[in-house]
T-cell receptor, first 113, second 109 residues
Framework: ETGVTQTPRHLVMGMTNKKSLKCEQH?????MYWYKQSAKKPLELMFV???????ENNSVPSRFSPECPNSSHLFLHLHTLQPEDSALYLC????????????FGPGTRLTVT | QKEVEQNSGPLSVPEGAIASLNCTYS??????FFWYRQYSGKSPELIMF????GDKEDGRFTAQLNKASQYVSLLIRDSQPSDSATYLC?????????FGTGTSLTVIP
């Protein structure tokens, strides 16, 4: 596989469920990102990892928990979400955390019921 | 003031025309500028980036950067229905990546 992949592509979960989103990049990049995209809003940066270390957490609620075991894999663990968390969750990667273009995965469409 | 501003549109152009998309940014220190295309229900796809003042051409796409006026634009020549999408402008300042809300473009056959 090439580029950035994400699984699952669609997820429906109840507010009491626990689920995880997975992202994998095959580009040899060192930085990985989680974004949230809601309708009519700009992309919201959630978390940044550079060389497996979390460098940014943009005031994201604790019900979202990221994990980066290595530079190629990124997870977003979800628990006790709210209906307003329903959105498209996008993973991206770039060469490093710096002025480099980012490449996006296909996204996970999350619906919280 | 938002870091990156775009007219949300929708912008409609007839097939074969030139579509002009504009983006303004607030910080003169911004260094790198990107245009992404996002089809409905899909993820953003990088189509152009520009670092220096002036024009950069790639096929039917031309990015124009004017740092003095703090705007970056994207021209799409010979617009095709397949160009119908939302176009996101992104700006890097320091290590921060800022996206605009996007401009919706419809190319009418």
């Amino acid at each position: 596989e090439t580029g950035v992949t994400q699984t699952p592509r669609h997820l429906v979960m109840g507010m009491t469920n626990k689920k995880s989103l997975k992202c994998e990049q095959h580009l040899g990049h060192n930085a990985m990102y989680w974004y949230k995209q809601s309708a009519k809003k700009p992309l919201e940066l959630m978390f940044v990892y550079n060389f497996k270390e979390q460098t940014e957490n943009n005031s994201v609620p604790s019900r979202f928990s990221p994990e980066c075991p290595n530079s190629s894999h990124l997870f977003l663990h979800l628990h006790t979400l709210q209906p307003e968390d329903s959105a498209l969750y996008l993973c991206a990667s770039s060469q490093d955390r710096g002025p480099y273009e980012q490449y996006f995965g296909p996204g996970t469409r999350l619906t919280v019921t | 003031q938002k870091e990156v501003e775009q007219n949300s549109g929708p912008l409609s152009v007839p097939e074969g025309a030139i579509a002009s998309l504009n983006c303004t940014y607030s910080d003169r220190g911004s260094q790198s500028f990107f245009w992404y295309r996002q089809y409905s229900g899909k993820s953003p796809e990088l189509i152009m980036f520009i670092y220096s003042n002036g024009d950069k051409e790639d096929g039917r796409f031309t990015a124009q950067l004017n740092k003095a006026s703090q705007y970056v634009s994207l021209l799409i020549r010979d617009s095709q229905p397949s160009d119908s999408a939302t176009y996101l402008c992104a700006v890097i300042l320091g290590n921060q990546f800022y996206f605009g809300t996007g401009t919706s473009l419809t190319v009418i056959p």
